[in-house]
């Protein structure tokens, strides 16, 4: 039956559907083969409603929707000229900034493929006349991204925490800090990279410009205190800190900004439904799949021949991170975490893992594969942003990804990198 299953995903993924087909048709061949007949077929839709239901799903269109009005208001741009008043002047100062921008801007959105749209946009002309490599460009704004995934609030995290029962709140907490160290690795690798290649250096802005862009960004950095400090603080759960950004946003964007009219608005929520729909079409679609295959024990097939019930925690979470990260690397990061979250489930628990630990890894090793040759969906779209070709997109990634891997075998041997804030917030 597995065989058929995934033949039939396989073929229609290469004739070019989306995603949602291969999955709901695989789901149904899977449900025809066990069951033999049409009747069954109930119990699919029943699987598909049951995964959309859980109530911290609410976070994930209210947080795209904030990140949408951001993106076309003036949130992100004053974020971005903040940092590169304070770095941009120094050597690979703005390869520092477009890195820490995205960093900032994924603690306001949530989305690898916002911030490549919101960050790259402004910045990729200015670090191609500064005399930087293109291909190290692009490569730098697709791999920052990935820290979206991680810095609070992240959309991997809550579908990742609704699979696998797992508090979303701890989840946020615990990914700062492999956001941060990312951050570090990649500034530091900037550098590197500008004194090499003898990338000029900006003007020093003057102490008078950065007091005015500091205080322009102020509005804007009122998004991770609603966040972060709302959950930490016990005011807000995930999905009411998504609901405030939502609020927040119109209000610095409408009012405060005047940059988004009501036709603005009502513009940016159909954008934001339509792409829900497209989430949630996933999620329901994920949800049935990983109960069909796990009704036809195909994961106990699997795992058994891995021989992974043999395995101490390190090997449990070196075949996770390979898992999820050629995963993604194939099939849309929302899809790898609900097919393969329920399968790893009972091993994570038998060993004795920490849940919240194994998500951040989970969601570094879903970043990395987004951003990962050949099928990566944030390569694609900055094909579809910079309008640039798929081999000068991927050209510059190789240091990159060694990076990110590095980190996650890091986080796998000192797990403190992940849970230090969340001990230090929950315990």
């Given amino acids: 039956m597995a065989w058929t299953v995934f033949s039939v995903m396989i073929v229609l993924l290469l004739l070019g559907f989306p995603m949602m087909i291969p999955l709901l048709a695989g789901t149904l061949t899977g449900f025809l083969l066990i069951f033999g007949n049409m009747g069954q077929l109930e119990t699919a839709v029943q699987q598909i409603v049951a995964g959309i239901r859980p109530a911290s799903l ?8 904030a990140a949408d009005i951001m993106t076309r208001g003036q949130s992100a741009g004053r974020l971005i000229d903040m940092v ?5 002047h120094l050597k690979g100062g703005l390869a520092v900034s477009t890195a820490t921008a995205c960093t900032m801007f994924g603690a306001v959105s949530g989305s690898t493929q916002a911030t490549v749209v919101a960050v790259g946009s402004p910045l990729r002309p200015r670090m191609l006349n500064a005399g930087y490599k293109d291909s190290f460009v692009l490569a730098l704004i697709v791999n920052s991204s990935d820290i979206a995934f991680l810095i609070p609030p992240s959309i991997g995290m809550i ?9 979303i709140a701890e989840l946020f907490i615990a990914g700062i800090g492999p956001g941060l160290l990312i951050l570090l690795c990649f500034s530091i690798f900037s550098v590197i990279y500008a004194v090499r290649n003898d990338v000029p250096t900006e003007p020093r802005a003057a102490w008078g410009m950065r007091i005015k862009a500091v205080q322009k960004a102020l509005w804007p950095m009122g998004f991770p ?8 603080g016990g005011i807000f759960s995930p999905t009411e800190a998504a609901a405030a950004c939502v609020l927040y946003a119109l209000i610095l964007e409408v009012i405060v900004f005047r940059e988004l009219d009501m036709r603005g608005v009502y513009e940016t929520a159909k954008s934001t439904g339509l792409i829900t729909a497209v989430v949630f079409i996933l999620v329901g679609a994920g949800a049935a799949f990983s109960w069909i295959i796990s009704f036809a024990q195909i994961p106990q097939t699997v795992l058994g021949a891995v021989g992974i019930d043999d395995m101490g925690q390190i090997g449990v979470l070196f075949v996770i991170s390979t898992a999820f990260f050629v995963g993604c690397m194939f099939v849309d990061p929302i899809v790898v975490i609900l097919v393969l979250v329920p399968i790893f489930a009972p091993v994570v628990e038998a060993v004795g893992l920490d849940p919240v630990h194994v998500g951040i890894i989970i969601t570094l090793q879903v970043a990395i594969g987004s951003a990962t040759p050949p099928f990566g969906c944030d390569i694609f779209t900055a094909i579809a942003v910079f309008k640039r070709p798929y081999i000068e997109v991927i050209r510059g990634t190789p240091p990159f990804i060694i990076i990110l891997l590095s980190v996650s075998v890091a986080m796998i041997f000192f797990p403190q990198i992940a849970l230090f804030l969340r001990d230090l917030a929950f315990n």
């Fill in 225 to 232: 205190a609603i966040i972060i400090g709302g959950i930490y």
């Fill in 58 to 65: 609410i976070a994930v269109p209210m947080f795209i929707f």
């Fill in 159 to 167: 579908i990742y925490g609704v699979v696998s029962n797992t508090s």
């Fill in 84 to 88: 590169m008043s304070f770095v941009g």
